[in-house]
């Protein structure tokens, strides 16, 4: 089982959404159905809109962050446990938010620990092996800033040289990240090393997402 994890950031509005889910549900899903587990992580306000689209039993939702903070008075706020229900992950930690958002590894580690508390999956990002990883994330994303956004993916043998130095326990799932399409994808998932990968660009566009799927088959 490989995980594709399909990061929009801060894209799409409504008519764009609706235009991407049909697009994507007209795909032949099932043709990928027993390889990938796809993880949609929209906007938060698209959320429901996905739940209520795509019902296929491999195709799971996350949410691209959480709040460090439990439920209270947090104005701006979306706690954990309001998502309790309607997603099964959460991105935490992405290179995005460490840089605009400042959020250092404490932080990343509360907001960590309120995805536990609301049953939520967190995929952890790290940067390289200086960035923190809370020992009970099962899912840790590697994604290297150099490599985010700009067509320079990583090479498979530097990636790998990476997961080494990251010191997973055998149960910690290892994700890569940055500059992932259609193209690159199968040499990463062919790898027994790499149990998945996270992708922004690529996925904005149905039909590479799920060409990126397919290529868990090969
Ligand atoms: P990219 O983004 O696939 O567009 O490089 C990856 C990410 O930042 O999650």
Known sequence: MKYI????????DLKEMHNWI???SHMPLKKCEHHVEIILCPPSPFISLINESLYEPFIKIGVQDVSRFPQGTYTGEVAATSYDGLVDYAIVGHSERREHLKETDDIIMEKCERAFEASIEPILCVRDNKDLIHKKVNFVAYEPVGAIGNGDNMPLAEVI???KHLKLSPDQKFLYGGSVHPENAAEYLASDEIDGVLVGGSTLKPDELFDIALAART
């Open 5 to 12: 994890v399909a990061n929009w950031k801060a894209h799409f």
């Open 22 to 24: 049909r697009a994507f």
């Open 161 to 163: 040289a990476m997961k």
